[in-house]
């Protein structure tokens, strides 16, 4: 795996704005810091237009977002909300008002808060305290961007429609899973992410070609990685002599070198990415079982012809 770090200005491209659900983390700020998990916050959709409470009284508090301490303001990209700090009765906290974009400017009854800023998947909750003075409030987001690829053995490069990746926590939680915060993540695109180290999976086709990688995102910095994919694309068809046609409504089984299978489709052809390993396919058509070992090279596509010197016996768990 290579990875490579980019400047923090790949991050703030308006090119890669995601408007997703971050997970809650705490932040440091003059204003004190909030250090525990706000119910039902995550319970929130992204608002589609910004609102705020603007009441005779309100004071007027200016918001503003850093991936860094010592980073910019963030221009744009940013889904503020701000909330009640205590449950309704539904046990979730009630939302007050909402702002997309950089830099917002609430009007807000005197009172107690908290403050959401959300940049793609990376967040920041800070309590703040409202009175009718102007004030302005920092919240720094500790977060990076991550973007991730994947080859071939020698440098080839994947089809993206064949490719995808899955950003998972670090460490399993007490189910012993790791819990999934990105899903189906394009090869190329940027997730913008709270610092840390993630585990991310890489899944080529849709059988086992499957790496898995731990990747740390560093706070103001675009982290670049790739992953090397041993595997290759291949056909299996049932052909009456080499070069033939494809013999239609075929069953197709392959199976590990264990004896562990790993795909049954139908049709003339099986065409599938398969990890490098060796392999056995069966094919069964009407009443005849075929059978042939093979080795899949990684980057070496082909096809795999079943011919009738591979007609054997019909096995016992074949017979209908």
Not at 183 to 204: C, E, F, I, K
Not at 258 to 287: F, W
Request: hydrophobic fraction near 40%; glycine fraction near 8%; charged fraction near 20%.
């Amino acid at each position: 795996m290579k990875v490579k770090l980019l400047p923090i200005a790949a991050i703030l491209s308006p090119l890669f704005v995601a408007l997703c659900i971050p997970s809650v983390n705490a932040q440091q700020g003059e204003s004190e810091p909030l250090d525990i998990s706000v119910p039902g916050l995550n319970e929130y959709a992204a608002p589609q237009q910004s609102r705020s409470l603007a009441l005779g009284d309100a004071g007027q508090v200016m918001l503003s977002a850093r991936l860094t301490e010592d980073s910019e303001d963030i221009p744009l990209g940013l889904i503020w909300r701000v909330f009640a700090p205590e449950p309704g009765p539904d046990g979730t906290l009630p939302l007050i008002a909402t702002s997309e974009g950089g830099t917002s400017v609430f009007s807000l009854a005197p009172g107690s808060y908290l403050v959401h800023a959300a940049y793609g998947r990376a967040g920041a909750t800070k309590r703040i305290t409202v009175s009718r003075d102007t004030k302005q409030e920092n919240l720094v987001l500790d977060a990076g961007g991550l973007k991730l690829d994947a080859i071939l053995s020698g440098g080839i490069r994947i089809p993206q429609n064949r490719l995808r990746f899955s950003i998972y926590e670090e460490h399993p939680d007490a189910t012993g899973e790791r819990p999934l915060i990105v899903p189906d993540v394009r090869a190329g695109s940027v997730v913008r992410l709270n610092a840390g180290t993630y585990h991310v999976v890489s899944t080529y086709g849709s059988v086992n070609a499957v790496i898995r990688s731990d990747i740390r995102v560093e706070a103001g910095e675009l982290t670049e990685a790739t992953v090397e994919h041993r595997a290759a694309q291949l056909t299996m068809k049932l052909v009456r002599e080499p070069g033939g046609e494809a013999i239609a409504d075929t069953a197709w089984s392959i199976f590990t070198e264990t004896g562990e299978i790993v795909r049954e489709t139908v049709g003339a052809y099986a065409s599938m990415v398969l990890a490098e390993g060796q392999y056995t396919v069966v094919a069964k058509n009407r009443d005849r079982i075929y059978q042939r070992d093979f080795i899949v090279a990684p980057g070496r596509n082909r096809d795999v012809e079943l011919l009738p010197d591979d007609l054997v016996e019909a096995p016992q768990d074949f017979v209908e």
